[in-house]
């Protein structure tokens, strides 16, 4: 942080910094969340967050701050740029410029973690509209206004049809708002294999969370290093810049880490801020530097580089080249940069919304679907029917296959017999006759459809 | 599948085929399953099965084959060699020889999803310690079957600390068993990065489904291309064979497809018939037309191939090599390879399961967590007290941040006040109030410890 501040401070940048400790001390001060509470009054106060990078102990429950700073601020948008430096960094893929827009408050992140049976744990994946709205118009916007020519979207929605699907719907939706750039979609896995093997395929590529987590990592690790990417969370009010990489307990304080990661964070904030003069300075005194053969142990190579240096050195390199711009390397401008239009996200009406079963989710130690069938069978009553058994979503209940491995965590569907209705009440009398039955139900998922249209997945092979 | 299956004959593997229809064709008569009653019956009396790739129409209710292929008969392990085949494929990675091990049958593929507000969708994540055991132990033995130096785990429990969490515990405990065999663990975005970047870095790596899915095709497509690789999917008693890469219905029928990826299955396949000499003879025979530079459309190459022609006449050049093998490339020999050792799961005995507290998950189509906390707390009575709000996952009552993004779906978190205890029966006492109250209740999540250890992730920010 030492080294990127003072490089802020010699390009003229007009800003004033308040420091706050986060991180690995609080958390081991007994603080689950990893930061205090006068702590978050600064940063709500000051808006703009440039964070080093930090580290989350594992085990004892303790709350990643990165996650939970990126949620409590509501910064939905995670913009991380990954450009080649060929020939100046070494590279496979020296022609690559691809941006990744990452979702990132939702997905696999909302950390919602539950075990109901001693053999299976679960986590949540919630996507919802507004969170696709808001990162997918990030994304065409962002595209826009830095003159890129298209915007790709991946998912998995071939196996997650109603969560990436939702995404993926968003994405065609919003797109074709912006005829005027391009628009594709992909299946994560071949994406992310196309992207790892021809990144010069892509120019913005916008991701649901976990897809954009993984895939930024490799985009800036193949071009040449991750410690040379930085990036930006922005959310509508606050805004959080850092180094893409996480910290290096063991590299602390011995004067070799590279500080290109947080540097390229502190150059987006600044261009952020409208400090696009100091940013285009920074920027381009970096690429000199680079340029110039001046690079610490990470990106060190013989014969291509001039001089190992360590992280103050390097930070002097950049100071002394500011006013300076790359011979080699495209030079930066950023004085033409428009702001962004990103209305607020704007609820839609409801849709009318019918209860239509309920998913009662038992633990049972046994193998036998038919003998818990048999067991449950019994809550099929007051107009209720037992329509399938799943374990791990497949079906074993009815007509399942011997060959089917089966857990101790058993999902039985319950649907109004004949054509009836179900009410809350049904689902109630469901769970109290669980109870007498002795089984033992660990949760449940009511089975909706929205105007009419089914809202649940069939189990595997129904 | 003829040009395969031609070779296969050609080698005098001793097989016998019965062929069945599934895929596309039985998805759009009307079975979303995509197979039929009678096809199972061939598939589960022969064990062994050879899968072309197939499509899945998207949307309409269609659930994958391949997955319900997988989960029906419990091949709970996908086996997909990469390797590179320098400089006769042109790749970025000449040394890489990469084995992905990936689970099979769980994570985000048990496919269960529901929407249950406007705004929402869900998915469930279910990771098993049957599931973790069972492809863990199968790592390690190939690993030593196939004298393989080192199995890394790739999860991301930096976040998901108790699934991801459990994925790797499991892989410590069982790493422990093999002491001749190197084991290391990476967080997913980091491992994933490297292993695009360095692949040579690697050698057995063993996965959660998603991460497996992804990574693998990231494995295949940079030894050179997606089309050579094959894949194993081993259950206890089935097992399937197939190419890693889907289907092209834009060039089926086109005589320009690669049969190379079905061959690769093949191969995998005889081994595991014990069939390894024609195995064997197939594999040298397929290295050495490579080698040749006979290549069809997806990896030729001007100058460095010598012919590039269809799938038949590629078919046809592996048959004329039958018997002979590479001069550059490494020969194969299977000769020795002896069985793997992998016992049945057994269940372990029951942990002590408490219920200390329940989440009521509510549609509430407002943004104020004050007003809805308001409504909420009328919920808690009979000896329970509400402890927190969540909304994606962040706490936003008590003492929430106004800048939270809230979604119209509010986890509730209930416990027992001043140390009490909770049953199933004020879960359903709470259920009824709601209905009383107007609260739309759409699911519920049951807190357990098991053996007095807290077992569900708190509030993001608690």
């Known amino acids: 942080m030492d080294a990127t501040l003072e490089i802020l401070i010699a390009s003229g940048a007009k800003i004033e910094t308040e420091e706050i400790e986060v991180g690995e001390k609080v958390y081991l001060s007994g603080n689950t969340a990893g930061i205090a509470a006068a702590s978050w009054d600064v ?10 990078p930090i580290t989350t102990p594992q085990g004892g429950g303790y709350k990643s701050l990165n996650v939970t700073t990126r949620k409590f601020l509501g910064l939905y948008s995670n913009v991380r740029p990954c450009m080649s430096l060929h020939p100046f960094v070494t590279t496979k893929h020296p022609i690559m410029d691809v941006v990744i827009i990452r979702e990132n408050e939702e ?3 909302a950390g919602i973690e539950h075990q ?5 744990v679960q986590c949540l994946k919630l996507i919802s509209r507004p969170g ?3 990162i997918v118009r990030y994304a065409f916007e962002y595209a826009k206004q830095q003159n890129r020519k298209k915007v790709t979207c991946f998912t998995k929605d071939n196996i997650m049809k109603q969560t990436d699907g939702l995404f993926h719907q968003v994405f065609d939706e919003i797109a074709a708002e912006y005829p005027e750039i391009e628009n594709e979609h992909w299946i994560i896995d071949i994406g992310a294999a196309k992207m790892a093997d021809t990144p ?28 040379l990417a930085g990036s930006a969370n922005i959310g509508e009010e606050c805004s959080m810049f850092e180094a893409i990489h996480g910290s290096a307990p063991r590299r602390a304080g011995q004067n070799v880490a590279n500080p290109s990661g947080l540097l390229q964070g502190a150059v987006m904030m600044l261009n952020h801020i409208g400090e696009t003069e100091a940013a285009e300075k920074i920027q381009n005194a970096w690429l000199k530097t680079l340029e110039d053969g001046i690079h610490t142990y990470d990106i060190y190579k013989e014969g291509s580089s001039s001089q190992k ?9 950049v100071i002394a080249n500011l006013g300076h711009k790359p011979a080699v390397l495209k030079p930066v401008s950023y004085a033409s940069n428009v702001a962004l239009n990103l209305p607020k996200y704007i609820k839609r009406p409801a849709a009318k919304k019918t209860l239509v079963g309920v998913d009662v989710f038992v633990h049972w130690n046994g193998t036998n679907p038919e003998i818990i069938a048999e067991s449950v069978l019994k809550l099929a009553k007051n107009g209720l029917e037992l329509t399938m058994i799943t374990n791990r979503g497949i079906k074993v209940w009815p007509e399942g296959f011997s060959e089917t491995f089966c857990t101790d965590h058993w ?7 004949n054509g009836g209705e179900i009410t809350k009440h049904h689902i109630n009398e469901l769970l109290s006759s669980a109870i007498d039955e002795n089984i033992d139900t660990i949760k449940t998922e009511n089975l909706y459809e929205f105007d009419g249209t089914r809202a649940y997945s069939l189990g595997q092979g129904q």
Chains 1, 2 share one sequence.
Do not use: H, W
């Not at 940063?43 to 080093?52: D, E, G, P, S, V």
């Open 43 to 52: 940063i709500r106060r000051n808006k703009i967050f440039l964070k080093a």
């Open 107 to 109: 997905d696999l992140y």
């Open 116 to 120: 109901q049976t001693d053999e299976v």
């Open 132 to 134: 696709c709205e808001k």
């Open 200 to 227: 010069e395929a892509f120019d913005v590529i916008v991701m649901p969370n976990l897809y954009g987590d993984v895939l930024s990592d490799i985009a800036a690790q193949i071009t040449g290093s991750v410690g």
């Open 309 to 317: 240096v360590g992280t103050k050195e390097f930070a002097q390199a």
């Open 411 to 417: 999902r039985c569907r319950f649907k109004p017999a």
